[in-house]
C-alpha cells in the first residue's frame, strides 16, 4: 500500500496487531516514500528487536530521500532498553 500510493499521507494501524507480520519490503517501501508525514504503529504488544531496527533504518532512509515522514508513534512498542538502543541505532546510516 505504502508503494502504490503516490498520495499517502497518514497510515494508523495502532491496534491492528499487524507489525509482528511486517515484512522486510514494507520497511523499504517506507524509506522510499515520500508523501506520509504520520505513521502509526501503537500496539499492546513489544515489536522485535530485527523489525525496531528495520523501521528505524526506514525513518533515516525516509529522510535521507526528501521523504516528509515527521510524526511516528510507537507506543508500548518497545519491550526493552536493548530494543530502544537498537531502534536508536539503526538511524545511523551512511552513503
Known sequence: MIKISASLET?????TYVS????EEFYIALGENKTL????L????ATSSTALS???K???MNHKKGGSLKYLSLVRNVGSYND???????FKISD
Open 11 to 15: 497510515l494508523i494501524l495502532k491496534d
Open 20 to 23: 509482528p507480520y511486517l515484512k
Open 37 to 40: 508525514n504520520y505513521l502509526n
Open 42 to 45: 501503537d500496539s499492546n504488544t
Open 54 to 56: 528495520l523501521l528505524g
Open 58 to 60: 526506514a525513518a533515516a
Open 84 to 90: 530502544l538502543k537498537s531502534f536508536l541505532n539503526s
